[in-house]
């Protein structure tokens, strides 16, 4: 006979809310058998009893794994436009460093109690890795291109990627824009048809200099044209900020999930939301605050996305722009902060908002029925994370 196991915490956060006086049963596999009142009676033989937090294991909705190796190599604060010329001119690094930072930075993810992760690929580093881990991927194959005349060339690389991260068993890839201001409308309409049903992410509105392309062309990105060498005279701004000049051309995925969003506006919310509604699509704005701080030392309008009703998960970006890749570490900082919100809603976030963002709802984020979606214990001063399963 299988083994259950009964756990009790001072309090059980179940994907949803905070529940006091219950004890969780799960197979010795890990897999949830329900929550049940602690009666306190003869039968509560062999409970463990934990002090701290419950919480199913974390959702982290954004990372970049295979920059793991640039850890505290790029200067803080410097706005993003100087980041990403930095990060282009850091590409050539040795291999074997850049294999052993990705075997680490897994590692760290799983004994911070994450579960999942939506991460960006421009490369097909991490395929090895992502074979042996415990943690659970979706893959987001990232192209870029401003040229129209690229376009097909741009997908047809990526689409390469796709196929050899979905040989190496990991079927859950696609194909995914970079950012707004980095591909071209040919190359997000061939996304677009690509991702039909399927989940796709983009960075959002991460610097105001992006909203700037978009409103007038004058802006710190034709610095970055300027570096790649490209002509982008071609370009015309559309008067617009940027989400509202580009989502709509990606109405055929089922999910779309926003990152950063640190210059979003309560007109772009309500635009980008109404948008989605009629195309029967549902929206998750993900949160990467350490991120925001470390490149635009600037926070996204928490409290507008809330009061907006939005779909809010959490990400940590890559280690290029975060000390860690650490969930609490990001639900800390949002508490500094915004200490208006409650940590009960955070977890939400960072639990069964993320596992529904990256459609992975059906097994993790929530203590219910059938579920493995990890154990993980938190103490009361949220320093500590500790894996029970
Ligand atoms: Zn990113």
Not at 174 to 181: D, L, M, S
Not at 262 to 270: G, K, P, Q, R
Not at 345 to 373: C, H, I, Q, V, Y
């Amino acid at each position: 006979m299988k083994e259950v196991r009964k756990i009790k915490a001072d309090s059980i956060f179940d994907g949803r809310k905070f529940l006091f006086g219950k004890i969780l049963y799960v197979n010795e596999d890990g897999t949830i058998i329900g929550i049940d009142d602690d009666k306190q009676d003869a039968h509560n033989t062999n409970l463990e009893i934990f002090h701290g937090i419950l919480v199913p294991g974390f959702i982290n909705c954004h990372c970049h794994l295979e920059l793991s190796h640039l850890k505290n190599v790029i200067e803080e604060k410097t706005g993003l436009v100087d980041f990403l010329i930095k990060v282009m001119q850091l590409r050539s690094f040795d291999k074997e460093e850049i294999l052993s930072s990705i075997k680490l930075g897994d590692k760290e993810m799983y004994d911070e109690g994450i579960v999942a992760v939506g991460d960006i690929c421009n490369t097909t580093d991490t395929v090895l890795q992502k074979r042996s881990s415990h943690i659970l991927y979706r893959n987001f194959v990232e192209t870029m291109g401003f040229l129209p005349g690229v376009a097909q060339v741009r997908f047809d690389y990526s689409l390469k990627n796709v196929f050899e991260i979905i040989a190496a068993e990991n079927c859950n890839t696609t194909i995914v824009a970079h950012a707004p201001y980095s591909v071209s409308k040919e190359l997000l309409q061939l996304i677009n048809r690509y991702a039909a049903g399927k989940i796709v992410t983009i960075h959002n509105q991460e610097t105001e200099e992006e909203n700037k392309f978009f409103q007038e062309g004058k802006s710190e990105f034709l610095k970055l044209y300027q570096f790649l060498k490209t002509d982008i005279s071609f370009y015309r701004p559309t008067g617009k900020n940027s989400l509202p000049s580009y989502l709509s051309e990606l109405d055929l995925p089922s999910k779309i999930l926003l990152v950063h969003n640190t210059t979003t506006s309560e007109e772009d919310i309500l635009f980008a939301e109404k948008n989605a509604k009629e195309n029967g699509q549902t929206l998750f704005w993900v949160l990467c605050p350490n991120a925001n701080l470390y490149i635009e030392n600037r926070l996204p309008q928490i409290n507008l996305l809330r009061k907006c009703n939005c779909n809010i998960v959490l990400g940590t970006d890559s280690l290029a722009s975060n000390h860690q890749l650490n969930i609490l570490a990001e639900i800390k900082t949002i508490q500094k902060y915004f200490p208006e919100i409650s940590l009960e809603e955070m977890l939400r976030w960072a639990t069964l908002n993320g596992a529904r963002a990256l459609g992975f709802s059906d097994g993790l984020g929530s203590f219910e029925k059938g579920k493995k979606p990890g154990l993980v214990l938190l103490n009361k001063g949220l320093e500590e994370v500790k894996r029970i399963f």
